[in-house]
């Protein structure tokens, strides 16, 4: 089934990862893809160690917003090669950790997560990200939005270690 996790609240890759830790505790077979992000996020690696095959990163440290047209491109040809290597891999449960900030800033091919989407009737796939795209909704088995009522970000808190990533 498809899942999605969007939402202006904090948790969308958090809820991901949790699932996916579970799936592994069932003995089951898991990929991890995640879009627009470096890599560094904790869960990364024990879920790594716990069995999990976890695929990340992007042209250098920037946000979409802040990249050169060159890092973009260079980006977006990252994302497309690696959901092309996961989409040929077997799993049970496949994760595409921000794939719908991905489709938003044109940074993965739309086809290509359309093929992801059609694995749904086959196998578990779990998309995050804000703004999801209107035929991923259409498409979802599940829809968990998750609403911020409260974060320290809006005390000028910054992201913390160990919490946020």
């Given at each position: 089934m498809l899942h999605i996790y969007t939402g202006e609240g904090k948790g969308k890759t958090t809820a991901a990862m949790g699932l996916a830790l579970r799936a592994i505790g069932h003995g089951r077979k898991v990929v991890i893809l995640q879009f627009l992000k470096g890599g560094t996020s904790g869960e990364l690696m024990p879920l790594s160690k716990a069995g999990a095959t976890v695929i990340s990163g992007k042209a250098g440290n920037k946000f979409v917003s802040a990249m050169s047209p060159?890092?973009?491109?260079?980006?977006?040809?990252?994302?497309?090669?690696?959901?092309?290597?996961?989409?040929?891999?077997?799993?049970?449960?496949?994760?595409?950790?921000?794939?719908?900030?991905?489709?938003?800033?044109?940074?993965?091919?739309?086809?290509?997560?359309?093929?992801?989407?059609?694995?749904?009737?086959?196998?578990?796939?779990?998309?995050?990200?804000?703004?999801?795209?209107?035929?991923?909704?259409?498409?979802?088995?599940?829809?968990?939005?998750?609403?911020?009522?409260?974060?320290?970000?809006?005390?000028?808190?910054?992201?913390?270690?160990?919490?946020e990533y």
């Open positions: 060159d890092e973009k491109e260079e980006t977006r040809k990252m994302n497309d090669e690696n959901l092309r290597r996961v989409l040929g891999m077997t799993f049970d449960l496949l994760v595409l950790d921000e794939v719908c900030a991905a489709l938003k800033y044109d940074m993965v091919d739309p086809e290509l997560v359309k093929r992801a989407v059609e694995l749904g009737s086959e196998r578990e796939i779990v998309m995050t990200g804000r703004d999801p795209a209107q035929f991923l909704l259409d498409a979802a088995d599940y829809i968990t939005q998750m609403v911020c009522v409260r974060h320290p970000y809006e005390r000028g808190i910054t992201a913390r270690e160990g919490i």
